[in-house]
């Protein structure tokens, strides 16, 4: 009697479970992560069965603060704020027989959104609580940190440098460095893209100047990039575009030469023609212009600049060698350019054959609209010189 007893109660323990047990809610589903961009709307669905009189709440686990009880949310108004008529937070209720889902809203996300959100069902009269986490991943496109990232520097030749980048974003950004004009990397990366925040220039050369492009990337567009600039101090680089230039003499046409001149600091700049091995100084008058450009139809670099000649009206004595020369405090660079005679015009502003002379590069000093009534005027004024030398 007394085993049959025993084996009746083992059974009732093992397979029949309480008519309060059975009826307890539960959690069924997982809560997926939600993973959105900065300034979205984030979603977790809970999914109870079974919730009967009992509560569900969610909770933000960082702070344990309680957002909502059922779909009524608790949230103080100085933190669930209505913007665009829409609160910050937000909970949607929809039963389907007897399941519940409860869905989280978290509006105009931000990086203090981004953690684990606990769904809690509190059983009246129990110890139990089920409850499961869900996340919600926020997305931050990087953002340069100016603060630490290198803007301006300034090396000697030869000399050592390191350009610094950092960024913030989440997930965290990768940082890169390229050269922005397209060129690889000097020594001793000599290749197109470097990995890391620091970028190290050793043994700085002057084709070394110029600007150097962080890029910060997390796969959250857009991505952030920031331009830094590196000066090289170093002696006047000077190189002609074409190194000889001709035009025919006393013919009223002009020739422009033209040459680069590169150099840290900026250097000064002088045209010299070469005669009887003397240099003489050329000066903006009436017999030439000199002009200076900063930027031309191709691309210069940093720290040089285009500077251009014009012989006005050129004759027999302009025939010869002209120096382009730049000087700074770290030395001096020249370059010969030839000017050679031609039996016809040369260059873009020639006259058409048959036609008149159309002067393009004109000043208000000494620049006259060449005619036939020009022409004219000129022997006209040789006639009467000569007419006066004889009375």
């Not at 669930?80 to 209720?93: A, H, I, P, S």
């Not at 991505?223 to 170093?234: E, G, K």
Request: proline share 5%; with cysteine.
């Amino acid at each position: 009697m007394f085993l049959r007893l025993l084996l009746f109660n083992l059974i009732a323990i093992l397979f029949i479970r309480p008519a309060e047990t059975q009826d307890q809610p539960a959690i069924t589903q997982v809560i997926w992560p939600e993973i959105k961009r900065v300034g979205m709307t984030g979603y977790l669905n809970c999914t109870v069965t079974r919730q009967g009189i009992n509560k569900v709440y969610w909770i933000r686990k960082s702070d344990q603060l309680i957002i909502s009880t059922d779909d009524r949310v608790q949230v103080d108004n100085t933190i669930n704020e209505r913007l665009d008529g829409q609160l910050k937070f937000d909970v949607l209720k929809k039963v389907s027989g007897d399941q519940t889902i409860y869905t989280l809203i978290v509006r105009r996300l931000v990086i203090s959104d981004s953690g684990n959100y606990t769904c809690s069902v509190i059983v009246t009269g129990a110890s139990i609580k089920p409850s499961k986490d869900g996340e919600i991943v926020v997305l931050i496109p990087p953002t340069i940190k100016q603060g630490v990232t290198t803007q301006t520097v300034n090396v000697n030749e030869f000399g050592s440098v390191n350009l610094t980048c950092d960024a913030v974003g989440y997930p965290t950004p990768n940082i890169s460095w390229v050269r922005v004009n397209g060129s690889p990397l000097p020594p001793p990366y000599n290749k197109y893209m470097h990995r890391g925040k620091v970028l190290q220039l050793v043994n700085v050369e002057a084709s070394s100047r110029g600007m150097y492009r962080c890029i910060a990337d997390n796969n959250v567009r857009p991505l952030a990039t920031y331009d830094t600039t590196v000066y090289v101090n170093f002696k006047p680089i000077s190189r002609p575009i074409q190194s000889t230039y001709g035009q025919a003499a006393n013919r009223l046409f002009d020739v422009t030469i033209d040459c680069i001149v590169a150099g840290y600091p900026p250097p000064d700049m002088n045209w010299y023609k070469i005669d009887r091995l003397e240099y003489k100084p050329i000066i903006d008058d009436d017999f030439h212009i000199i002009n200076q450009m900063l930027s031309h139809g191709q691309q210069l670099g940093i720290s040089e600049v285009w500077y251009q000649l014009t012989i006005i009206n050129v004759r027999a004595n302009d025939y010869g060698n002209y120096i382009c020369q730049g000087t700074n405090k770290l030395g001096t660079s020249q370059y010969n350019i030839t000017v050679f005679e031609t039996s016809e015009c040369q260059g873009a502003n020639c006259p058409l054959e048959g036609g008149t002379v159309s002067r393009a590069t004109l000043t208000s000093r000494t620049r006259y609209d060449v005619t036939g009534m020009c022409l004219v005027l000129v022997f006209t004024l040789e006639f009467l010189r000569y007419y006066v030398a004889r009375v």
